[in-house]
Structures are given as C-alpha cells and as structure tokens.
C-alpha cells in the first residue's frame, strides 16, 4: 500500500491517490484534497462529505452518486455543481474514501 504526505502528514493511498484508511481522514485534511484539485469547501459540499463519511462507516463501501442524492437528499444537479465533472469520484476522493465501483 503506498504512503503519501498531504498538508505534513503521512497517509496510505491507492494507487490513484485515493486514501485508503478510513481514520487518517479529518476536517483539515479535505480542504488539502480538495484545494489539490480546485475546489473551495463550503458548507455545501462539507455535508456531502459528511453524508459520504457517514454512509460508508455503515454500509462499508462509497456510495454512488445515485445514493447520495436519493439517500443523502441532496440531488445530482447540485452534486454536478458543487463536484464538477466527476461528482462521485472527487466527493469520495475529498472525503477521504475509496473511489465508488464503477467510477473509471
């Protein structure tokens, strides 16, 4: 598994940078994922990311998109704004997860 330093901190990734242990996540550290690809947190997108952490924890894998918007009430043209382009691959990339099956 390969290690990664992010904001002064070792962290396990994929090989597509995806984190790939759960507790190395924090609050702090998604803003440097996010700011890694452009985009700017907001309340917005921190309870997108909290519904993602959330589900995962107990479902054991990261949602898709579909779940997200029908389970975690928020809907895909909001997603698609706030995560532009691959909404589902850099919401789980910020929150720290693996990236969903059948994201490519």
Do not use: N
Request: hydrophobic share 40%; with cysteine.
């Amino acid at each position: 598994m390969p290690v990664t330093t992010i904001a002064g901190r070792t962290v396990h990734v994929d090989d597509e940078g995806f984190l790939t242990v759960y507790e190395e996540w924090d609050p702090d550290l998604a803003e440097e994922l996010a700011a890694a690809i452009g985009i700017g947190l907001t309340d917005a997108h921190r309870r997108a990311i909290d519904f993602l952490r959330a589900d995962y924890a107990v479902q054991g894998e990261t949602a898709t998109l579909r779940r997200v918007s029908t389970v975690g009430g928020i809907p895909t043209k909001e997603l698609f704004a706030l995560f532009p382009k691959k909404p589902a691959k850099k919401l789980a990339y910020i929150a720290g997860l693996p990236k969903p099956h059948g994201c490519v």
